[in-house]
């Protein structure tokens, strides 16, 4: 009795010091928040939570704490209030499963000073809109329950509150900027929008009276067109896509097309004009969004169905989202499961120690004593050498012992402007028992558990507990012998590094520029199957190579850009009792990472790609670690020339999103399906070659089964008379273009195939070109 009694006392106490009492909402202290796009948010994103704290009281430093009721995982940041102080600041919460409600607590030494909650509302598969408008302009949208899938979720985005972190963004598919400067927009909430468009955000730009105003101060690379006179505006490009009668001309601005955007509409006064923006693209509208006749218009819902689309519409675990974020995501953390093997210690000196003490041990310490003529001694120094040996053994391996935390760190920087990087980082830690580490990173990186995922050497999961936002240190718990890692973004300058492709005497190279102060190792360009090598750039160094015309032979179409680059060191690896190592496998994660593949994208590019020596935000590990680090720099080339150009096949190439089609796979790699008739294929030059003025155009057409000899309706589309033109061509083989001027308009060439195709299966296509770049 005496013994439960002083256990259960003990039991008593040890909850009295462990548990946590929350106090109440101190009566100096209040909490205001405001959830982002009125509590809609698409599952797998960050949502923004404006915070509003005021202290009437004393100083004080508080910890302000979001997460959802129950979960263990939070999103913390640290605020100091000054007595008397108001303070506002946006809190960024990821949120990847369908919470309904979240708690936000300020906490001091872990009692909880004050606390709210508020309803949210999770969005998968809806078509979420941010109006970052002056004032509503009434836009007569589809209902809810008119349509069946994809529903328009809008809402009204203050300036004052916009997000200042592209992470900010990504729950939205579209934003309508209309009235509102976007010179108005800090540096910081600009280079979060121009963020959001480049990783696949559909930008709109409202046109009309106030149209100048709108783009003041906007970077070229997002405009697709300058700014005319006043005009009429045409409706017949409202009709097509109502298909009804239209609300008539509409005043609105003439809009000048830049190089490589597609305008819609007359020549002289198109309705609006677009542009490709990294995954993402650009519409300029020529009218008021808002103007009355457009609000009033019957079949303005049908319009806006169809002009309102994402750039892109990809389907993830969260449903389908605009952007690739949560594809590349799970890529590179399943690559954090390649962790750096351990190095096994030296064991010279433990060998020879082992070698002493069996020589003593043996006939050694009997000869010694024998010479001595103490004999009886051994009773004394055998156990004393054998107690000596195993305690210097024991320090020898506690001296020598390898890491025993396997650390692996993946970064990949993509460039969305000249002079500014989007960087990922991720983390990977592997323990073998329980602790807490400690991660130091960039004060401006936002921090989240990587999602699961499995890799190679084994699953990958999320770290949980409380994750500090921009804070250059937050604390890690680890679970033993589990593979536990979190990831990083943020926005950072990058300046110095251009790459460029040239034209030169009518041939295409490939140029790259560093006058940073990173060291760009192993740097290559890759597109359409071609691979060419730049070799290491220091500071200050350039590197330019001759782009090659035809691809090397036996690379089937679509090649991962993984494959081409890496090619010697995969195969090295397959061999018999052979293995890719695991710095080659880290490495082609983050290459398949940049450029994701699947059945609806299509394989983007030019890409250059480059080996950093460092994660532009550290993201070091305070313990002692095996540690393996490896960091991706991904960059477009910008397109500079004039004149006469050869394009050998892989420039013109299918567009699987346009032509509404998945690809099949055959002996010859990534073709299309000829599943029904007629089958139609678009295929596009990369946006920035979109300008060329075709002079020859040979369009070569396989298949995987036989092609039908007769039955084969072949046709290509016209631009300038807007009608299918039947070819004569027996196929398979080469299809020649007499005049290909009429069939190629910004860049995009459509093939139909009717009859009898369907028997050929899988088809292949290429092109050559010979034309002028304006």
Request: hydrophobic share 50%.
């Amino acid at each position: 009795m005496l013994v439960r009694r002083l256990l259960l006392l003990l039991a008593v106490l040890l909850c009295g010091v462990f548990s946590v009492t929350p106090v109440a909402a101190q009566a100096n202290l209040s909490l205001t928040a405001v959830p982002a796009f009125e509590g809609n948010y698409t599952p797998g994103t960050w949502l923004p939570v404006q915070l509003e704290l005021r202290n009437d009281g004393p100083a004080i430093d508080v910890l302000v704490v979001a997460g959802a009721t129950g979960s263990s995982l939070r999103h913390g940041q640290r605020v100091e209030l000054p007595a008397g102080a108001v303070k506002q600041l946006t809190l960024y919460v990821a949120l990847d499963q369908e919470v309904r409600s979240l708690v936000v607590q300020v906490e001091q030494q872990n009692l909880v000073l004050a606390e709210t909650e508020f309803e949210l509302r999770p969005r998968r598969d809806e078509r979420m809109l941010g109006l970052l408008v002056a004032s509503d302009p009434q836009l007569n949208l589809p209902r809810r329950q008119d349509v069946t899938t994809f529903p328009f979720n809008t809402f009204l985005l203050d300036p004052a509150f916009f997000p200042d972190r592209m992470a900010g963004l990504s729950s939205l598919n579209l934003v309508l900027l209309h009235d509102v400067p976007f010179a108005n927009l800090s540096p910081a909430q600009q280079e979060a929008l121009i963020g959001w468009v480049y990783a696949g955000g559909h930008l709109l730009l409202g046109g009309g009276p106030t149209a100048a105003r709108t783009i003041a101060s906007m970077p070229t690379t997002l405009l697709p067109a300058t700014l005319g006179a006043t005009r009429q505006i045409d409706d017949a490009p409202l009709v097509a896509l109502s298909t009804a009668p239209g609300p008539g001309a509409l005043p609105g601005l003439a809009l000048l097309p830049v190089p490589g955007a597609i305008a819609t509409g007359t020549v002289d006064a198109p309705a609006w004009v677009s542009r490709q923006v990294g995954r993402g693209s650009v519409t300029q509208l020529a009218f008021d969004p808002g103007a009355p006749a457009l609000v009033r218009w019957a079949q303005a819902p049908a319009f806006w169905q169809n002009l309102l689309r994402p750039e892109q519409r990809i389907t993830t675990p969260f449903g389908t989202q605009s952007t690739v974020d949560i594809l590349q995501e799970q890529v590179v953390t399943a690559g954090l499961s390649n962790l750096p093997a351990l190095t096994l210690p030296p064991v010279d000196l433990m060998f020879l120690v082992l070698a002493l003490y069996t020589i003593l041990i043996g006939p050694g310490i009997a000869l010694i004593l024998r010479q001595f003529d103490r004999q009886a001694w051994a009773w004394v120094v055998v156990p004393g050498v054998a107690l000596a040996t195993g305690a210097l053994v024991v320090g020898l391996a506690l001296a020598i012992r390898p890491e025993q935390r396997l650390v692996s760190r993946l970064a990949l920087v993509e460039m969305t402007a000249p002079d500014l990087a989007r960087v990922r980082g991720f983390v990977g830690i592997l323990v073998p028992q329980p602790q807490e580490v400690r991660l130091a990173t960039s004060a401006e990186a936002l921090v989240r558990p990587v999602r699961p995922a499995a890799g190679v050497f084994g699953q990958v999961n999320g770290v949980v507990g409380d994750l500090a936002q921009l804070s250059p240190e937050l604390p890690l718990p680890l679970e033993a012998w589990q593979i536990q890692g979190v990831m990083a973004e943020a926005h950072i300058p990058l300046e110095g590094i251009q790459a460029t492709m040239l034209l030169v005497d009518g041939m295409l190279q490939i140029e790259v520029v560093n006058t940073s102060d990173l060291v760009l190792r192993d740097a290559v360009a890759v597109f359409g199957e071609r691979v060419v090598r730049l070799g290491t750039l220091n500071p200050g160094e350039t590197a330019s190579q001759p782009w090659p015309l035809d691809p090397p032979e036996a690379v089937a179409r679509n090649t991962a850009p993984s494959f081409l680059v890496l090619s010697e060191e995969l195969e090295a690896g397959q061999g018999p009792g052979q293995a890719a190592s695991r710095n080659v496998l880290a490495r082609e994660a983050l290459l398949n990472a940049a450029v994701i593949q699947n059945n609806v994208l299509s394989k983007e590019g030019p890409f250059v790609f480059a080996w950093l020596d460092q994660n532009p935000l550290g993201m070091q590990v305070n313990a002692p670690a095996a540690v393996q680090e490896v960091t991706l720099l991904s960059l477009r080339p910008v397109f500079r020339g004039s004149g006469p150009i050869l394009l050998n096949e892989g420039w013109l190439r299918p567009d699987w999103v346009a032509s509404q089609q998945t690809q099949c796979f055959g002996s010859r790699g990534a073709g299309v399906p000829a599943t029904m008739a007629p089958t139609m294929v678009e295929l596009r030059l990369p946006v920035e070659l979109a300008e060329l003025r075709a002079e020859r155009l040979s369009l070569v057409l396989e298949s995987e089964r036989t092609w039908p000899n007769a039955g084969v309706i072949t046709e290509v589309y016209d631009w300038e008379r807007e009608r299918w033109v039947e070819q004569s061509f027996d196929g398979p083989g080469e299809l020649q273009l007499a005049n290909p001027a009429p069939f190629l308009r910004n860049g995009r060439f459509q093939l139909r195939l009717d009859g009898r195709i369907v028997e050929a299966g899988c088809l292949y296509l290429s092109a050559r070109l010979q034309g002028v770049l304006p």
